[in-house]
């Protein structure tokens, strides 16, 4: 018998598959999927069981298979399928494309050995009285009346030696049970909610295709009880034994969203996001290998939860770009998430209140099928106003606009809450000369460095290349230096300068302050329970949260997002000043927003101001058909990086040749160096292929990702349909 197992030999950047013996004490016990121990030339080398063979015959010898590391596979007959697919739609090797399926303590190569929990406990044998000697062996005794188990811990406590004298005496036994690091208790909520007609409709539709594969497109205006629907359709599901993925864009999202899961659907949830440690994240998954949870929600790679019986797929903000893998395997989960609902014949459900042009334009041409909850739970959409800060700027409101002030001053008098959007973090943005235009910039990315007061160093955001702050231009001597651009930490500064008389309680949530485990949670739960008046935060505040409280959402950059030269930037800017709009009066009071900018005529600031979807995506198509751009064109993007900068534009140019020469209907750009040209010394060009069909360009590309494999010069990938270019 012999096993062919897939390796990484890392010295020659090659994965290939090998055929070994499996020797007879490991007959019975080898299956496909699971993890083996193989010798490559003088070392041992992990790798993953492909196939098995009874009758293979070889001409040369063959070695054995050292040891076996699973007893169970850890990769599925489905995942080693969809692995292969995956391997080809991203031009990235088999082996890649396993490891990202699995948890990191899975992979084929982790060096750390992550072991499994267990904890002990104690059962009561039957004894006689006289054989129980001292009082404190009583004592652990009477620990049982009521439980058929307990904690060694907690009979420890009493007495360890006792323990130890029970266990000799054979009266306790030891029971080793399998432990998750996540086990917190939580409390089953019995709430019930009844659904409003639109919900109802919603719920309805979706369960009557249950049976089939149905891709759904649920576009409900923020606050319109998304989360109720899905979980209505979730119970109907699970009650069928049937199981159940629920994406979720990013940590940032998941305490809220997972709290309400976890309060309706108790254990039977497995949690699954990078916020996890390497062991959290490996119980979690066992869970659900073992079929111990019937529901998984977890960030991009949950769409991998190796479920076996799938009845539904849930995709919550489904426009948001974190569903697509920025490195590779650069794959899309959304992508994943409707091969795996055709597989199970199951209905798969992308869920947004700005859903992103491609997956509206599908929706509109009956690839998936619509649905809408246009109405708030509450009825009462946010009072959105455009404020234009040029105007502002000439009265001398230079961060804040005067009405933003005075509703601030309103909200805090009336008990209210108020958050405030910047998309920038740290304290300054530039630091410059006035006198000779010095900027003080990244050494390795050429990027202007930004000022964080709070551990007083300038920092490259790219990089994390960081510095002393400069008093004095280092070229002219000039003194007097210019600090340009707002970050969190200075508008922090700057509300509390302009509200001392109110002393509001002020919290900020950015990268640096939620960096420790847990930071993130403690700051919505502490806002949530009005600990705090403000809240001032990036992007991160903007999605998913319900703080029924808030009264006034307040955008101090608008338009910032339209600077990023990108043709989704438009699309992001709507999308963005929506979400966070939408964090405004979702419970019983009503709310405002105030929207600042200095380009507040822009289209996305326009529709975004007046919630209008549908006018916002009429207007960006016709944008994307004038530029041909998706939807109407697909794109590809082909990314070189290297050293030298000049080594980019000579290989770049073999490759747009070759390619022009291939390929006679696609439109080829470039190369061209990208909007971040060097980030930590290395330089970045790209060459983009505007395509309509697939077909013509599989070959090609193959063929140049074959080409740059082994160049030790130039790193060239392909990124078939980026989010950002
Ligand atoms: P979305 O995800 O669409 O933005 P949520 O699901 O967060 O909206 O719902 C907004 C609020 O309305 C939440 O506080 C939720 O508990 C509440 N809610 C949802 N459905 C109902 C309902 N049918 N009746 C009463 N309250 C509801
Ligand atoms: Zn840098």
Redesign the pocket.
Known sequence: MVAHVLVEIQARKMVKTFTYLVPHELQDKIQIGIRVLVPFNNRKLEGFVLKIDTNFTSSYELKNIIALIDNHPVINEEMLELGKLLSKKTFTNLISVYQTMLPKALKAKSKTIINKKYETYLVLNSFDNNEITSSKQKQIIDLFKDKKQILKKEANKISSSAVKTLLNKNILIENKIEDYRLNDDIVKEEKK????ND?QNVVNKVLKFKQKFAPFLLH??????????YMHIIEKIIAEKKEVIVLVPEISLTPQLVN?FRKRFGKTIAILHSGLSDGEKYDEWRKIEKKEVMIAIGARSAIFAPFTNLGLIIIDEEHSATYKQENNPRYNAIEVGMYRAKKYNCPIILGS?TPSIESYTKAKMNYYTLLE?PK???NTLPKIELIDMKESFKHGYTVLSKIAIDKINDRLEKKEQIMLLLNRRGYTTTISCPNCGYVHKCPNCDIPLTYHKTYHKMTCHYCNYQTYKINSCPKCHNQKLLDLGMGTEKLEEKINDIFKSKMPKIIRMDIDTTRRKGSHAKIIEDFKNHKYDILIGTQMISK?L?F?NVTLVIVVNGDASLNIPDFRSAERTFSLLNQVA?RSG??KLSGEVIIQGYNIDHYSMVYASKNDYLGFYKEEMAIRKVLKYPPFYNLCLIKLRSNIANTCLVEGNKIVKYLKNQLTNEIILGPSACSLPKINNVYYFQIIIKYKKINNLIKPLEFINKQYLMNNKIIVEIDLNPNKI
């Open positions: 909610v009844v659904l409003n919900q409900g205006v923020t606050g319109s009880g998304k989360t109720e629907v309400t209140a909850m708030r739970i509450n998913g319900d029924p939408g979702r419970g």
